[in-house]
């Protein structure tokens, strides 16, 4: 199992930015797929941006332009730079990881005021 732990949440208000990070207990080069996802009060869980363990990464389309993921090596992390943030982008927040299973954080909350 691996642990993730997410950092970085807040309020922000419309179009300011904001950048999330991601810790995980283990080494990412043994993670297939890191990322993001979130989840606005009464919808369901989406995606917002995932990396493969080889660089590939993947976008929703509302976010695209705007949002960047990258990964420290090093530091075993994924991070989620958030630029221009829109209400929309409001949300919890939480980083994916898989390996052998599906692995959650907790979430962090991400609150872009008008």
């Known amino acids: 199992q691996v642990q993730l732990v997410e950092s970085g949440g807040g309020l922000v208000q419309a179009g300011g930015s904001l950048r999330l990070s991601c810790a995980a207990s283990?080494?990412?080069?043994?993670?297939?797929?890191m990322g993001w996802y979130r989840q606005a009060p009464g919808k369901q869980r989406e995606l917002v941006a995932t990396?493969?363990?080889?660089?590939?990464?993947m976008y929703a389309d509302s976010v695209k332009g705007r949002f960047t993921i990258s990964r420290d090596n090093a530091k075993n992390t994924v991070n989620l730079q958030m630029n221009s943030l829109k209400p929309e982008d409001t949300g919890v927040y939480y980083c994916?990881?898989?390996?052998?299973?599906?692995?959650w954080g907790q979430g962090t909350q991400i609150t872009v005021a008008t």
């Open positions: 283990v080494s990412i080069f043994s993670i297939n797929t």
């Open positions: 990396m493969t363990r080889g660089g590939s990464t």
């Open positions: 994916y990881a898989l390996r052998d299973w599906n692995n």
